[in-house]
Nanobody, 120 residues
Framework: QVQLVESGGGLVQAGGSLRLSCTTS????????MNWYRQPPGKQREFVGS???????KIADSLKGRFTISRDNAKNTVYLQMNSLKFEDTGVYYC??????????????WGQGTQVTVSS
């Protein structure tokens, strides 16, 4: 049973920082692409950033300079460091792992989400 478990969310004042973690388990293969998405209240889910197993990262243009992604392959964990948080960063943050396994079977795993609330 593949699981993606996010943690690190919570309540923070505007200008503060949080680091989210997403740990994967239950896979018999190495996951390459890992994404972070978020869903603000009453809005659609939006892309935050991504990372590959080799360390390539991408952050949504609107979040560059404040958010960074890193990864520890040995721990099967991806991190989302969020600095200078704003009220509009409030939402549920999800990690996602899309790809193809060793048998060329596509997969698209999602975590349960972690709530981030930024108070103004």
């Amino acid at each position: 049973q593949v699981q993606l478990v996010e943690s690190g969310g919570g309540l923070v004042q505007a200008g503060g920082s949080l680091r989210l973690s997403c740990t994967t388990s239950g896979t018999g293969f190495r996951i390459n692409f890992m994404n972070w998405y978020r869903q603000p209240p009453g809005k659609q889910r939006e892309f935050v950033g991504s990372t590959t197993r080799g360390g390539l990262t991408k952050i949504a243009d609107s979040l560059k300079g404040r958010f960074t992604i890193s990864r520890d392959n040995a721990k099967n964990t991806v991190y989302l460091q969020m600095n200078s948080l704003k009220f509009e960063d409030t939402g549920v943050y999800y990690c996602n792992a899309p790809g193809v396994d060793d048998s060329d079977v596509p997969y698209d795993y999602w975590g349960q989400g972690t709530q981030v609330t930024v108070s103004s």
